[in-house]
């Protein structure tokens, strides 16, 4: 006995365009993505780096100053 | 934009593990290419409707990018993805009820009335016709515990762990789903 189920299976071809649609907006959404890891992640990490630096760099030229 | 890698030959589990590290839109092409039809007519099947079918596959694959993280390897993915399809269908088809003021607490009514068991039996012995029609009459989620077991052959295992609900639970709602059915069905001329 055949299950009626598989019987009312749809067998229609996935239109073109949605795929077009799906890509797109999943690179939108990647855009997104890593526009808030710059701005929330790396851009933060950055500016904490450059002023270790700058501080350390200050450090030094006054350290080299009181020698001199 | 040509391929990175060569993944025609991986795995689902294998191709999954690489979108969600990498978030590489070109494979998520590929997981696309291989589910995109099934799903497609996952969706015809359950909402009737061509159109309706084009945009939550659309919405689906959308939603999947951002979700397959929570895929955790509990069940194939196949299986996985067809609870996540159906979910986002039942949830599509439960707020149009609301914004058209329909209930369904017609099948309430009916789970009052179970008694008796509804065996496979008298599920495969239902006119293929007629039982699509019973079909779009029920409850969306007896529609997709039916669907799940008898359409995608799904175990009632597997079924409580891609929907979170017990064993008894499942078995439960499937038996009241059979009922409603046959219901609906022997109610169509």
């Known amino acids: 006995m055949l299950n009626p189920f598989k019987k009312i299976i749809e067998h229609q071809n996935v239109p073109e365009i949605i795929r077009e649609r799906v890509m797109s907006d999943i690179r939108l959404i990647k855009l997104y993505l890593d526009m808030a890891d710059l701005m929330a992640v790396k851009y933060p990490s950055s500016v904490i780096n450059l002023l270790d630096a700058t501080l350390e760099d200050k450090k030094n030229e006054n350290k080299n100053s009181d020698e001199k | 934009m040509e391929a990175p890698y060569k993944e025609d030959n991986l795995s689902d589990e294998q191709l999954i593990q690489k979108i969600t590290e990498t978030n590489n839109t070109y494979l998520f092409g590929l997981l696309y290419d291989r589910y995109s039809g099934i799903v497609f007519n996952k969706c015809i099947g359950f909402t009737s409707s061509y159109e309706v079918a084009q945009d939550l596959t659309q919405d689906i694959f959308v939603k999947l990018f951002v979700k397959l993280k929570s895929f955790k390897g509990e069940s194939k993915f196949s299986t996985w993805l067809y609870a996540f399809s159906y979910n986002h269908c039942v949830n599509f088809v439960q707020r149009e009820l609301k914004g058209d003021k329909k209930t369904v607490s017609i099948t309430e009514n009916i789970e009052d009335e179970l008694t008796d068991e509804i065996s496979d039996r008298e599920i495969y ?15 969306p989620n007896d529609r997709m515990m039916l669907l799940m077991k008898y359409q995608d ?14 064993e008894s639970a499942v078995k439960m709602r499937l038996s009241r789903a059979k009922v409603n059915l046959v219901k609906f069905y ?3 001329q």
């Open chain 2, 125 to 139: 012995e239902l006119k293929a016709e007629k039982l699509k029609s019973a079909l779009q009459m029920l409850n």
């Open chain 2, 153 to 166: 052959d799904i175990s009632i295992k597997e079924i409580s762990a891609v929907t979170g609900l017990g």
């Open chain 2, 186 to 188: 022997n109610d169509i």
